[in-house]
């Protein structure tokens, strides 16, 4: 039977009764056992019918509730309420409809429930219990959804915490690798450092070493025995040489309060010291070196001292000149068998020409200063002086290149180093004392000068410089007019004609002739070699002052 028909069966059995219970109790009459029957069957009827009313309220309830999503909430309560009803004794319900609802028939209220619930069709099922277990299955599916959403949302949360973990431990991991870089760029910053400073230690180092090295070369006077280079000269040279005259004057010496003497060195063969050195230089050649050709620059005293040597020693020997030199100086070598050859008008760059052309053909070359034979050959000067001189105090030594100076104070301080040493240069060519102040040698021009013997340049590494730089004591400095001076005097008090550069000492004691009051002085007179020329020039000015 479908819900349909058994609503219809309910209906009319419910007429029925209907009908016949009014009849009875507006009656009120004893009940007969066949009537008995009926009233039990009645009640029966009843019981059922309210269980059916029952059934279709709570159906037609969850009917609403589904059909109305406004109280879904609600469902359970109402379910749950539905089921208390069930339960409940039928004298309650009656009463409760009494005092609460207008009071309704049966039928009345099957057809109110019926208005409010549409008729469930064949498809729906039309079962009670059916929609209770969708309601269930639907509820349970909810939960469960809600339960998977909240697992995907706590799913998504956890995701997304892990991504944020994830990208912190690779901003950390960014942020250490950042540290690490820094630190090796720290270490390496460090490092480079390290090594940097290292090398500028050993760079230094190795300068200081060189300085030392340098030192070393360039002051080879620690090794060497001036002393003895001279006493060696002494010997190899003395019967080539004139001992010059220490002669005292008496003019100078009451000049300058005290006793100078005059190394007469304008006297020496050749008419300079330079023989002195040269013939030294010659005389230690060696057997195969006297065989070779020996070349040299130089149109002054040192040419004239060598064109001697080279004659008197069987020697071969070549000159190189500046192109400007005078004829007096070359006829004057053109008695000595030497070749005389001219280059540039320099007296450095013919000088530098003439050691290439010894490098070239394998000559020979001999040097004007810088060499220590050169030097020892000098430094007889000393010993003759030291015979000649009881007390020698100070002397006073004509400088060019340092040769002849190096070679006298080399000597002489070796014996007494009180001596003093006193080297006497031109303003106008004061190129070693300028050096000497300076620490190195110095390129510098010099000025035209009456002491045309000793201008000029000197050599770098000159083994000259670093023993004036040790053995002089000081330097005077003249001028022109103060040469011209000295030479004009040595010509009027001592009746001998000396050139510029052996007039440097006589010059340079007159101007500083109070600080050897009392001494014993010695003032090495170089050279004579004096033009015609100069000669009037110095004696016109003299007589030009005495007009
Ligand atoms: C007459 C004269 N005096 C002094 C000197 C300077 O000698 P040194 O170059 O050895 O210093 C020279 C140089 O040639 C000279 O000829």
Known sequence: MNKKDYSDVCKKHLQDNDEKDTSIHDEEEPIEPDEQDQLEMQEEEEEEKEEWEEEEEEEEEEKGLNHDDSVKDHKPEIAEGGKERAGEKKEDREQEQKSEEPILTAPETVKVVHEQVPEPTEQEGGVAEHGQEQNQEAQIERREEKEEDRQVKEDEEKEREEEEEEKLSIVHEQEVEEVKKVDVIDRKVIEKDVIERSIKERKEEKIEEKIEEKAEESDPIENIDLKKEVERAEK?????????PADHSPFFSREGDCNVYLKLENLQLTGSFKLRGTMNKLLSLSKKEKKTILITASSGNHGAAFAYGVKKLGLRGIIYLPGHTSQAKVDALKYYDVVLKFFGTDCVKTEEHAIKEAVKNSFKYIPPYNDLKIIGGHGTIGIELKRQVERIDAVLVPVGGGGLISGVAGYLKSLDEKIEIIGCQPKNSAVMYESIKAGKILEMESLPTLSDGSAGGIEQGAITFNIC??????????????????MKLILEKHFMLIEGAGALSVASFLKAKERFKGKNVVLIISGSKLTLDTLRDVISSGAQENA
């Open 236 to 244: 190899t040279i003395r019967k080539h040489i004139r001992e010059t």
């Open 469 to 486: 730089k040790k053995y002089v004591d000081n330097f005077i400095l003249v001028s022109e007019e103060e040469i011209k001076e000295a």
